[in-house]
């Protein structure tokens, strides 16, 4: 091979390596911008009074009174770290995490995922003020996934809303939650930014055992069932939240897939 086609190679990557190092620097500064404006929610110095939910439901009062302590702060947003197990394809891959998550704004998750020795996909899957988006690459070098449009959008207000029991402050009657009774131990919940309800099934001492809602997959811009399974739970700074779950696509079903499983190292109020 000549050494004129060989510089010409070398500048067609050089160029293709610019563009995607350009890229790749547009999509940090794109996701730091919506997690810091997550970030920036802060509660407004309001309590928590159990009387205010007296007269909810009776599977959502005990949710809530059992969530949320009386006297503890109102919170507007949760930073969690977690780590667990991402399927892809048919194999369960170990990731570690952080997200932050605001009543009503969305949230912003951003995990590594190890595909084998030194070999990783780290981004973020978010959704913040009704925008929906997944930025990936490989070794965080090679953009693999770059998703945007109403699906995705519709998708992860899904997820965000059946996450939204990380801040169980969100689902308070003050934050525009609206409660009605499935039965004595499942109560549903409607938001005023979300299209479907969520779900809450809840023990006897108001422990919250799994949420449902129907989710937009985001290949087929179908809704499917979707959910959770609440392992454990913790407490911190008066709010109890679940610390251990599973999350899968039909919930419900026969054909019930999951497809997380993971749990929180530490969780921040705000």
């Known amino acids: ?127 913040v003020d009704g925008t929906g988006g997944q930025r990936f690459s490989l070794d965080g070098l090679l953009p693999v996934v770059r998703a945007r449009g109403p699906a995705v959008d519709r998708s992860s207000a899904g997820r965000f809303l059946a996450e939204s029991v990380w801040l169980p402050t969100s689902l308070l009657p003050e934050a525009g939650a609206d409660w009605e009774s499935v039965s004595e131990r499942r109560a549903r919940v409607r938001l005023p930014w979300a299209d479907e309800p969520l779900t809450l099934t809840v023990g006897d001492d108001g422990a919250l055992r799994s949420v449902e809602t129907r989710r937009v997959d985001g290949d087929t811009g179908e809704p499917r069932p979707f959910g959770a399974f609440v392992e454990s739970e913790r407490t911190v700074d008066g709010l109890t939240v679940p610390w251990r779950l599973e999350v899968g696509w039909d919930v419900g079903t026969n054909a019930y897939d999951p497809f997380f499983r993971a749990e929180l190292r530490d969780a921040t109020f705000g």
């Open 1 to 127: 091979m000549s050494d004129r086609r060989l510089r010409r190679i070398g500048a067609v990557l050089a160029g293709v390596g610019g563009a995607l190092g350009a890229l790749r620097l547009r999509d940090r500064r794109d996701v730091r911008g919506r997690r810091r404006s997550l970030e920036a929610e802060r509660s407004a110095g309001a309590t928590f009074d159990p009387e205010s939910v007296a007269d909810l439901p009776p599977a959502a009062r005990r949710y809530l009174r059992h969530a949320v302590e009386p006297g503890a702060a109102v919170a507007r947003r949760v930073a969690v770290t977690m780590d667990g197990r991402f399927r892809l394809g048919s194999r369960w891959r170990p990731f570690e995490a952080t997200e932050v998550l605001a009543a009503r704004r969305g949230f912003v998750w951003q995990p590594t995922v190890r595909l084998g020795p030194g070999l990783w996909v780290s981004g973020a899957d978010f959704y």
